[in-house]
């Protein structure tokens, strides 16, 4: 069993002057609960190299046990700072995949072709698709076999509308996730903001936001144990 876990290479708010990247709590809890089962995992970006990490995200998080397990796990460090290119990654060889969320990935990995040959790629092969908060996006342009988009009837989750209002950022960001997967058919729900959600459908594993994380996380582990 191995994970391949796709984060951002994106660290700008498109021309707004704001600061984004990984939403760290949403890459780094999936990533302790699978590496503490003995769970593998690939950690790739669009550009390879440094993950951009989201500084809001770290004031939230930096009074917690899970920030200062990070601080303290130089490995986990060094495999951030040395990401493998996403184009150099492929399904063979892993049983699932995860997009941790944060802002990033709504500029980037949803237009990266190769992501969604990936997608494409673990879905056709019965493997497992998963995607945190802002990064169900990543399946927003991913194509089925009969010309289909993948999301459309699919039950699944993700950042809503209310949550991006909230964080003030409806008028930054490039498209609203909640809509725009409602528009490509999707069968979206949400629960009040800020509280856990995760919905899976068949192989497909998707959260709400960052509270959604652990959960998700858990769900794939499960599934992969089966």
């Known amino acids: 069993m191995s994970v ?3 984060l951002t290479s994106n660290d700008k708010m498109g021309d707004s002057g704001k600061a984004t990247g990984v939403w760290l709590e949403e890459f780094l809890a999936p990533y302790y609960i699978f590496t503490d089962r ?8 669009p550009k390879g190299g440094a993950v951009p990490v989201d ?6 998080l930096e009074e917690s046990a899970l920030y200062k397990r990070y601080k ?5 460090q060094q495999l951030m700072q040395n990401t493998v290119v996403l184009k150099k ?7 699932a995949i995860f997009y941790p969320g944060g802002h990033g990935p709504l500029w980037d990995l949803r237009y990266d072709e190769h992501s969604k040959k990936l997608i494409q790629d673990f879905w056709n092969n019965d493997k497992i698709v998963a995607a945190v908060c802002h990064a169900g996006c990543v399946l927003l342009d991913v194509i089925n076999q009969d010309g289909t988009a993948l999301v459309k009837d699919k039950k699944l989750t993700g950042f ?3 949550e991006e209002i909230a964080v003030a950022c409806e008028g930054i960001v490039p498209y609203l996730l909640e809509t725009e997967l409602i528009n ?3 069968q979206f729900s949400k629960a009040g903001n800020w509280e856990a959600h995760v919905v899976i459908d068949g192989r497909l594993i998707t959260g709400q936001n960052p509270a959604s994380s652990e959960k998700v996380a858990l769900a794939l582990v499960k599934m992969l144990k089966r």
Do not use: C, M, Q, R
Not at 38 to 45: K, M, Q, R, S
Not at 72 to 76: A, M, P, R, S, V
């Open 4 to 6: 391949l876990i796709v």
């Open 38 to 45: 003995g769970i593998p995992v690939e950690l790739a970006t």
């Open 55 to 60: 500084p809001a995200s770290v004031a939230a």
């Open 72 to 76: 303290n796990d130089t490995k986990l």
């Open 89 to 95: 990654t492929f399904a063979t060889g892993h049983d």
């Open 160 to 162: 809503s509308n209310e």
């Open 184 to 186: 490509k058919g999707a």
